[in-house]
C-alpha cells in the first residue's frame, strides 16, 4: 500500500500528508522503526511521527502515533515554542495530537529543535518494547531476528564518544589574529611590521599572516622560487608581539601567495596534525599566479583551517573570482590524512587574502568622496562580494565583520593618495572572513600608515572557542561506553544497502564531467565505516577518470550518505581510451569495516575526439576524426611505430586551424597563453568543430583558441618531443648547436610539428610591444608541454627526484626551447 495514503487514513479532516518517509530512532545502537510524515493544514505544517505496529505494514491499523512537531518552512521549530509549554494558539490542530503520542514530553520537547534532531528523541518510555531489555540490551530474538545489527568496535565507541562529547570537553578562549597583505612584490619595509602584526596590547595566542604578491617577476612565476620568502619571513619574526614568545608551525608558499602560522611557545604541546597544501586557479587551471595556500590543525579538540587566497583580478571577472573561489573549495586537500580533508571538513575555517571583489555601480569620483566624507557604509550594498553572498554565488556561510575602515586598493605606492591612473573606484579587495562555532570577531581594521604598496594591509582579531578535554572526565565516559559495548561486541554486522548497484553515464566526451550520486544506507543499529578499496592487482581504488568523494566515511544508524561519482576525460586520460588501451568500465569493491563487500558497476558509451590521438594517427587523417571507423581508428592507434611516407608527415590540420586563428587574430593579444584561462564552454565547443568538420572559422575567442591549443599538445599519448629524444634534449640545452642536431633526427612528423610551433611562437614575439609576450616565460611554458616527462615501464615509473632536481629539468627543457625562439631554424627543417 502507498504508505501517503496509509498516513493519510490516520489524519482528520483537513489535513493533508505530503510525503512520507521511513526513518528511525536510535538508542544504545539499537534503531527502532518509524515513518515520519509533513503535514499540512491552512498552511501550516508539522512532522507527525508513526510506530510500525507490524512489520510490513500494509494498513492504517499497522501503525501507531509517536510523536508530533510543530515546524516552520525551513523546517524547524518555531521560536516561540522556546517560551512556552505548547505551541501557538494557530497550531492547536497538532497539540490534539499529543493525549496519542507515547514519546511526547509536553514540558521540554518544544525548545527550538530541528528536524534533524528527530534521530535523537528520548526513548525512556519506549523502552518496553520488543527492541530492549530493561537493562537497555537487545534481546537475543531481535538479534536472530536481524533487526539489530552493530558495527565495528572502533566504530562504536566513536560515535559514542562524539555523542557524549560535551560531557568531558570545556570551552577554552583563544585569541587569533588573522592579516593580510598584497605587498605588490615589494620588499618589506626598513620600520617593520609591528604598527601591524603587534598593534594590540595584549598577545595573541596564534598569528595567521598571508600575503599575496610577494614577488612579481617572471622568475617567481615560472619557477616558483624567490629571495623575498626569506626577506619577508625574517621581517614577520622580528615583528610578533613582544610580550609573547611564538614558535612557527607552518610556512606555505605558492608564487606570490605566503601563509604562516605560529602559536606561543605555550601552546605548542596541543598543536597537532598539521598540514598545508596549495591550489593554482591561473593558466590552464594549474598555474601559482592566482589560487590559494591553506594550513590546517588541531589545537586540543578543536580542527582549524587557513586559507590565504589571491583570486582573479578586474572589476569585470567577478564570475571568474567565484568560479575561483570554487576551485580551491573543490580541489585543497590534505591528502597526508585518511581519509584526505577538504576544507569544510573543520570545526572552524578562516578564509582571507585578495578577494579582489570590487565597489560597482558607482562612478570612481563619487566613490572616492563618499569614502573620504567617511560615509563607507553607504558604498556597502555596492561590494562585490556581499552581492555574490547574498545571491549565493561564493563564499556561501562565511561570515565578515563590519567594514568599518576605507577601502584598501588603490593606492599610489608610498602615498596615502588613490592611484588615479586606471580611474577605477577603490575598494575592499583585502578581506578576512570565518565560518564555524566559537568565533568572535573582535577587531577588524587596516593599517594605512604601512604605504609601501598599493594595498593597505588588513587584520583581524578573534576570540575562539576551543574544545579541551579533560582526561579524568573522558577516561570515566569512556569506560561507561566499552562497558556498555562489552554486552554487545560479536552479536551483530553492519548493514548497509545502495540504491543502485549499475551506474551507466551519459555519452562520455573529452573535458565534460558528469556527475552521479551513489546513496549508501546504513540500515543496520549501529555505526557503519565503509570505504572504496582497490582491486587486487590495481594501485587505486577506481580508475583515473572517475573520482569519488567521500571514498570513506562513517555512517550513524539511521544515516545516509550521497557520495559523488564524478567522471571527466582530462589529458592525462584522454589518450588510452582514444586507443582503446582504456574503457568507461569500472567494478568498484565497496568495503564494510567488520562486513561484506559490495560491488559497483560503472560504465559510459566513449565518443572519441582528436584531442588525445596521437601524431602518427593525426597525420594519416585527411577527414574529420567523427567520420573515421572505430576499428581504423584502433588500427592507426595500435600501429603507432610504422613509417609513415614523406607526403602524411605534415602538421596536422586541427593544429594548424588553431594557429591559424591565432596568426590571424590573436598576435596582438595582450600576454596570449598567460593573461586568462579559456572559457570550458568555448573550449568544448572548439573540440567539436575539430572533430566534426574543418570549420572556416573556430569558434570562440582567441584566448579559448590558445587554451586548447595548450590542451591539444598536452594531451598527446606521445608528446611534440618524443621520449626517445627527451634526455638528449635536455643534455644539449646549454649548446644552440647541439640542440639543433637534436631536434633535425625527430622522426619527420614529429619535427614539423616542433618547428612549426617554433616558428609561429616566433612570430608571436615579435609583436612584443602590444602582446607583452616574454621569450624565457614561452619557453618555459612550452618546454614543461612539448617535453613532458616519459612515463615509466607498467608497474615501475620513474625514479624519485628531489624539489630542486625537478626544477633543474624544467630549466633545461624552457632552454631547448628557447634557443629556436631565439636563433634562426631555417635549415634545421631540410629540404
Not at 38 to 63: G, M, R
Not at 104 to 109: L, R
Not at 769 to 778: C, E, I, T, V, Y
Amino acid at each position: 500500500m502507498d504508505p501517503t495514503a496509509l498516513i493519510q487514513g490516520k489524519l482528520r479532516p483537513g489535513e493533508k500528508a505530503i510525503v512520507v518517509a521511513d526513518a528511525g530512532i536510535v538508542q544504545d545502537w539499537v534503531k527502532s522503526p518509524r515513518l515520519i510524515a509533513l503535514v499540512e493544514k491552512q498552511s501550516e505544517h508539522a512532522l507527525i511521527i508513526f510506530s510500525p505496529q507490524n512489520i510490513p505494514v500494509t494498513c492504517s491499523n499497522d501503525v501507531s502515533f509517536s510523536n508530533a512537531i510543530p515546524i516552520d518552512h525551513e523546517f524547524h521549530c518555531d521560536p516561540a515554542f522556546s517560551k512556552r509549554k505548547g505551541p501557538i494558539p494557530d497550531f492547536c490542530w497538532v497539540q490534539d495530537y499529543w493525549p496519542l503520542c507515547p514519546e511526547m514530553d509536553s514540558s521540554s520537547a518544544y525548545d527550538a529543535v530541528s528536524v534533524n534532531d528527530i534521530a535523537a528523541i528520548d526513548l525512556c518510555d519506549d523502552a518496553k518494547g520488543d527492541g530492549l531489555d530493561s537493562d537497555g540490551a537487545v534481546r537475543r530474538r531481535a538479534i536472530a531476528m536481524g533487526e539489530a545489527p552493530i558495527a565495528a568496535r572502533e566504530s562504536v565507541v566513536r560515535y559514542q564518544m562524539a555523542q557524549r562529547e560535551g560531557a568531558f570537553t570545556d570551552i577554552h578562549n583563544f585569541r587569533i589574529f588573522v592579516g593580510t597583505w598584497n605587498v605588490n612584490g615589494n620588499s618589506p619595509p626598513a620600520s617593520g611590521l609591528l604598527e601591524w602584526l603587534a598593534c594590540d596590547s595584549e598577545p595573541p595566542d596564534l598569528y595567521a599572516i598571508a600575503f599575496q604578491e610577494l614577488d612579481l617577476s617572471k622568475e617567481a612565476f615560472l619557477f616558483n622560487d624567490t629571495p623575498k620568502e626569506d626577506e619577508w619571513t625574517r621581517a614577520v619574526i622580528t615583528s610578533l608581539h613582544p610580550k609573547a614568545r611564538y614558535r612557527k608551525k607552518k610556512q606555505v608558499r605558492l608564487v606570490g601567495m605566503l601563509l604562516f602560522v605560529f602559536v606561543q611557545e605555550r601552546h605548542d604541546a596541543y598543536v597537532t596534525s598539521l598540514g598545508g597544501e596549495v591550489v593554482g586557479t591561473g593558466i590552464m587551471g594549474k598555474m601559482g599566479n592566482k589560487g590559494g595556500v591553506s594550513i590546517r590543525m588541531e589545537i586540543h579538540s578543536t580542527s582549524l583551517c587557513f586559507v590565504n587566497s589571491h583570486l582573479a583580478a578586474h572589476v569585470e571577472e567577478c564570475e571568474r573570482r567565484n568560479q575561483d573561489f570554487h576551485d580551491i573549495c573543490s580541489r585543497l586537500s590534505f591528502s597526508n590524512f585518511m581519509p584526505p580533508k577538504t576544507i569544510k571538513h573543520h570545526d572552524q575555517i578562516f578564509w582571507f587574502g585578495d578577494l579582489n571583489y570590487r565597489i560597482v555601480g558607482i562612478e570612481s569620483n563619487a566613490a572616492k568622496a563618499k569614502i573620504d566624507a567617511g560615509n563607507w557604509s553607504e558604498l556597502w550594498s555596492k561590494d562585490q562580494l556581499k552581492q555574490q553572498q547574498k545571491d549565493g554565488k561564493s563564499f556561501m556561510g562565511f561570515n565578515e565583520a563590519p567594514l568599518d575602515f576605507k577601502p584598501t586598493y588603490q593606492y599610489a605606492n608610498n602615498s596615502d593618495e588613490w592611484d588615479n591612473e586606471k580611474g577605477r573606484a577603490p575598494a575592499w579587495t583585502d578581506r578576512i572572513l570565518w565560518k564555524g562555532d566559537h568565533i568572535e570577531n573582535t577587531k577588524y581594521r587596516s593599517h594605512p600608515t604601512l604605504r609601501s604598496s598599493d594595498h593597505r594591509p588588513v587584520s583581524a582579531l578573534f576570540n575562539v572557542g576551543v574544545k579541551v578535554i579533560d582526561p579524568v572526565r573522558y577516561r570515566k565516559i569512556y569506560e561507561e561506553v566499552m562497558k556498555q559495548l562489552d554486552k554487545l561486541e560479536n552479536e551483530f554486522l553492519p548493514q548497509v544497502t545502495v540504491d543502485k548497484l549499475e551506474i551507466i553515464y551519459d555519452v562520455v566526451k573529452f573535458l565534460e564531467p558528469q556527475s552521479k550520486t551513489l546513496t549508501i544506507a546504513n540500515t543496520g543499529q549501529v555505526p557503519v565505516q565503509f570505504e572504496f578499496i582497490k582491486k587486487l592487482n590495481d594501485s587505486y581504488f577506481c580508475k583515473p577518470w572517475l573520482s569519488i568523494n567521500p571514498y570513506a566515511d562513517f555512517l550513524k544508524p539511521g544515516e545516509k550518505r550521497d557520495i559523488e561519482l564524478r567522471l571527466k576525460v582530462d589529458p592525462t586520460t584522454v589518450a588510452r581510451l582514444n586507443s582503446g588501451q582504456e574503457q568507461v568500465y569500472d567494478i568498484l569493491v565497496l568495503h564494510l569495516e567488520g562486513g561484506k563487500d559490495l560491488f559497483i558497476t560503472v560504465q559510459g558509451d566513449y565518443q572519441r575526439t582528436c584531442f588525445g590521438l596521437s601524431l602518427h594517427t593525426l597525420v594519416q587523417l585527411k577527414v574529420p576524426v567523427s567520420e573515421v571507423p572505430t576499428g581504423k581508428l584502433l588500427e592507426l592507434e595500435a600501429d603507432r611505430e610504422s613509417e609513415i611516407s614523406a607526403c602524411n608527415a605534415g602538421v596536422p590540420k586541427e593544429i594548424w586551424l588553431m594557429v591559424d586563428r591565432l596568426y590571424n587574430e590573436g598576435l596582438d593579444e595582450d600576454e596570449l597563453f598567460f593573461a586568462k584561462q579559456g572559457l570550458d564552454v568555448e573550449i568544448r565547443a572548439i573540440r567539436d568543430a575539430l572533430d566534426t568538420g574543418t570549420p572556416a572559422v573556430l569558434p570562440g575567442n582567441v584566448t579559448s583558441v590558445a587554451g586548447a591549443l595548450l590542451l591539444f599538445l598536452e594531451s598527446l599519448p606521445e608528446p611534440v618531443v618524443p621520449y626517445r629524444f627527451h634526455q638528449q634534449c635536455l643534455d644539449s640545452s646549454s649548446n644552440y648547436i647541439a640542440c639543433m642536431r637534436v631536434a633535425a633526427a625527430f622522426p619527420d612528423h614529429h619535427r614539423n610539428l616542433f618547428f612549426y610551433i617554433c616558428a609561429f611562437l616566433k612570430e608571436a614575439l615579435l609583436h612584443t610591444s602590444k602582446n607583452g609576450l616574454d621569450p624565457r616565460a614561452l619557453a618555459t611554458l612550452f618546454g614543461a608541454i612539448m617535453l613532458k616527462e616519459p612515463v615509466g615501464s607498467p608497474g615501475q615509473g620513474l625514479p624519485a627526484r628531489t624539489e630542486q632536481a625537478m626544477k633543474a629539468r624544467e630549466r633545461q627543457k624552457a632552454n631547448f626551447v628557447y634557443h629556436f625562439l631565439v636563433n634562426d631554424f631555417v635549415d634545421a627543417t631540410g629540404p
